[in-house]
């Protein structure tokens, strides 16, 4: 029996520690959400919505139509969810469009394309196979390509980009059987030796692990002379001697995704390919996320846009009492969440992919949000789906092709949709990621007021800078332009929305400001609040990204007046949602909800869990997974 292994020991404090040395502390360019949380509605950074360089729509149409016509052709998305596995064909289809290099630039062999079309493509593919579009994404938005287009050296993309634009897949390696959210407890290390570092360890849920041919994997170096240690990131050879793809994972959804388990038993890596400094590992991994996580919106807005098409046409045929079932409020209702919510999704995948092309403003917030909202939203819009669907909703497409009807795969785009709010960060790690970010200011100027460790001196100066912020910045919540019945004119009705995004986003500040008055160091442990504090932004920027793009459609489409009439649905919508998050800022169960837990932790329920068989299987919660060679078959699979 082997011994346990043995991972980093490390405090709740070491590790928060440890996650906001990663963290962007500088903010040099202007950021919509920031303000917006601060209570100042900076409407001028997102309106006129922003659009893209001609040559850029020129050559995004021209791939889309490439893609728009393999996907029709050559991806079958019903094989795929049989066979659990995406075709070898397949792949070799989508590097011969270029489709593995839409985001590398052309010198490198790649399409050049921008957020914005990259984006769109990623809906259109992940609407015809959300397995092929997770595998398109994991490639692109997370592995290899991204990190190196940001930090990478000119030796290492002349190196690896060519072949990452036309013929290798590539992954990215941070989760552990028992590392998730908190890197602090990263096992898997990378110990220098001359020109190279040796790389131990094992990992979890590597997305296109099996099939990469190159890997960015994040590892501890241990700090030594010449060494200042720490997690750094690294790109491997997914076929260099030592490494093992020992598990191919499956899930509810997403049976095509070539996902796995990861072991390196010394396996040597040049030292040349380390990713930035010793250290840097985590700071890059955020920092290519601030962009990447837009990639799952993206999906969402897609699959928002197909239920949206397929409510419509069952919803006309299908008859109950006379009528159409769409015609009766209790399925319209549904309908009307689906149009609006499908429309804002593209609002702010739009939006916000657009702002990271013009590169004006900071977006951290921005797609943070967009990944939180999306994922969240899509997944309610194909419960309702379900819903609407009835029986054939919950009936998967090859069944209901066999008894000779329209093989529609909702209960699949369900369970498909389900991990992506769990993917690349949970709805509950985005809450607190966001709110972190969000009360960013507060903390800069009277962080050493709360923190017990700083000594009075520091506490005095933090008094000192406070007091001159809060002076300046408090006035500017009581009034603003959201009181005067004629700002924002130009959006017509819509600007009534408009005015409450600006009120509100002040009347979100001022609660934000009396938490932290009334709780201080305590804050932190306020999750639940803080999670319905970002709610509320997320639903105040997706109303603002909604009006922005309707005024967009009125002035350059003939779509004008229908997409102010879902804009106005849409928001009205939220506007309901806001009310309930602030009633619940302060009128709640949290407390007791903390007492409750507790006992359910402590046994004093178990009485309860009587009368029931658990059907689990053998076997304890986390795998351990001791370094060493590994006992497991390799199942890498090298595509053609």
């Known amino acids: 029996m082997s011994a346990p292994t043995q991972r980093p020991k490390v405090t709740e404090r070491e590790a928060r520690q440890v996650a906001e040395a990663a963290r962007e502390r500088d903010w040099h360019r202007p950021s919509f959400a920031k303000e917006l949380f601060l209570g100042r509605f900076r409407l001028d950074l997102v309106h006129p919505h922003p659009l893209p360089a001609a040559e850029d729509v020129r050559r995004g149409e021209a791939f889309l139509a490439v893609l728009r016509t393999f996907c029709e052709t050559r991806i ?48 259109l593919v992940g609407s015809a196979s959300p397995a092929v579009g997770a595998l398109l994404s994991a490639h692109q938005s997370i592995g290899v390509p991204q990190p190196l287009k940001l930090f990478g050296t000119q030796e290492q993309k002349d190196a690896f980009l060519p072949r990452l634009a036309r013929t290798d897949l590539s992954a990215f390696l941070l989760t552990e059987p028992d590392v998730g959210s908190d890197p602090a407890r990263l096992a898997t290390t990378a110990v220098p030796d001359g020109d190279e570092y040796v790389l131990d360890g094992v990992k979890l849920w590597t997305t296109n692990g099996v099939v990469a041919d190159l890997l960015v994997v994040m590892a501890r170096v241990p700090a030594s002379a010449g060494h200042p240690g720490g997690i750094t990131a690294f790109v491997v050879e997914a076929d260099a001697p030592g490494i093992t793809v020992e598990h191919r994972n499956a899930f509810m959804g997403l049976r095509g995704l070539e996902n796995g388990v990861t072991r390196f038993h010394r396996v040597r890596v040049p030292a040349g390919n380390r990713i930035g400094p010793e250290g840097a590992g985590l700071k890059i991994a955020l920092t290519t996320l601030n962009t990447g996580r837009l990639s799952l919106p993206a999906a969402c807005a897609g699959a928002a846009k197909w239920c949206l098409k397929i409510a419509r046409e069952w919803s006309g045929v299908r008859e109950q009492w006379g009528r159409p079932v769409g015609r009766h409020e209790a399925v319209g209702t549904k309908i009307s969440f689906i149009a609006a919510t499908a429309f804002a999704l593209e609002a702010v995948v739009d939006l916000a992919s657009q702002m990271a092309d013009e590169d004006r403003n900071d977006i951290r917030i921005e797609a943070a949000l967009a990944k939180l909202y999306g994922s969240e939203k899509a997944w309610l819009i194909a419960d309702e789906l379900v819903q609407i669907r009835g029986g054939r909703g919950y009936e998967t497409a090859d069944s209901l092709a066999a008894r000779g009807e329209r093989a529609v795969p909702a209960e699949q785009l369900l369970r498909d949709l ?223």
């Open 76 to 123: 079958d998305g019903a094989r795929i969810e049989r066979e659990a596995r995406i075709p070898d064909e397949t792949i070799t289809g989508l590097k011969e469009i270029g489709a593995l290099g839409m985001k590398i630039e052309p010198k490198y062999g790649g399409l050049g394309l921008t957020q914005l079309y990259y984006n769109r493509a990623l809906a």
């Open 418 to 640: 389900r991990i992506n709010r769990i993917f690349e960060g949970s709805t509950e790690i985005m809450h607190l990621l966001i709110a972190r970010e969000a009360v960013d200011a507060h903390l800069s100027v009277a962080g050493d007021l709360i923190d017990p460790e700083k000594s009075l001196g520091d506490k005095a100066r933090a008094g000192a800078r406070a007091g001159g912020f809060y002076a300046r910045w408090l006035p500017g919540l009581v009034t603003g332009a959201g009181q005067l019945p004629g700002s924002y004119a130009e959006f017509g009705a819509l600007a009534t929305h408009l005015r409450y995004v600006e009120r509100t986003s002040r009347r979100l500040a001022r609660s934000t400001f009396y938490a932290m008055s009334r709780w201080q160091g305590r804050m932190e442990l306020k999750q639940a609040f803080l999670g319905r504090i970002v709610d509320i932004g997320a639903e105040l920027f997706a109303m603002s990204a909604a009006c922005v793009r309707a005024e967009l459609l009125r002035t350059t489409t003939d779509h004008g007046r229908e997409a102010r009439q879902l804009a106005d649905a849409f928001c009205r919508q939220a506007r309901l949602r806001t009310e309930e998050l602030f009633t619940r800022l302060w009128s709640n169960t949290d407390d007791l909800d903390r007492r409750i837990v507790d006992a359910v932790l402590d046994g004093a329920y178990t009485w309860l869990e009587e009368g029931v068989i658990d059907p689990s299987g053998p076997g304890p919660w986390i795998a351990d997974t001791p370094p060493g060679p590994s006992p497991e078959p390799n199942v890498h699979r090298k595509l053609p």
